[in-house]
């Protein structure tokens, strides 16, 4: 079965960046489409970046310009690289295997005024 980690979180000032990481193990490798979420306290969670097994992307609005999202098939690995933060992107940060329909545990993301 497989279980998605992911990895990168942490407490930064605005402007700074981050660079989020979900890892894939355990059960048959497939390169799913993937995707990041957030949930902020008191929010419902919310998509953030989708990417293809080819490699395209989409972006929420909120984010785009600022944050990109990309993956590493051989790693069974997505990263979501997050430039130029906001304290409006403070949130608990999620993978998510948009075919096997699994998340992750969460990475919490905050950024500091």
């Known amino acids: 079965q497989v279980q998605l980690v992911e990895s990168g979180g942490g407490l930064v000032q605005a402007g700074g960046t981050l660079r989020l990481s979900c890892v894939a193990s355990g059960g048959i490798v497939s390169h799913n489409k993937m995707a990041w979420f957030r949930q902020a306290p008191g929010n419902q969670r919310e998509w953030v970046a989708t990417?293809?097994?080819?490699?395209?992307?989409n972006y929420a609005e909120s984010v785009k310009g600022r944050f990109t999202i990309s993956r590493d098939n051989a790693k069974r690995a997505v990263y979501l690289q997050m430039n130029s933060l906001k304290p409006e992107d403070t949130a608990v940060y999620y993978c998510?295997?948009?075919?096997?329909?699994?998340w992750g545990q969460g990475t919490q993301v905050t950024v500091s005024s």
């Open positions: 998510r295997d948009l075919v096997l329909e699994i």
């Open positions: 990417v293809a097994t080819a490699g395209g992307t």
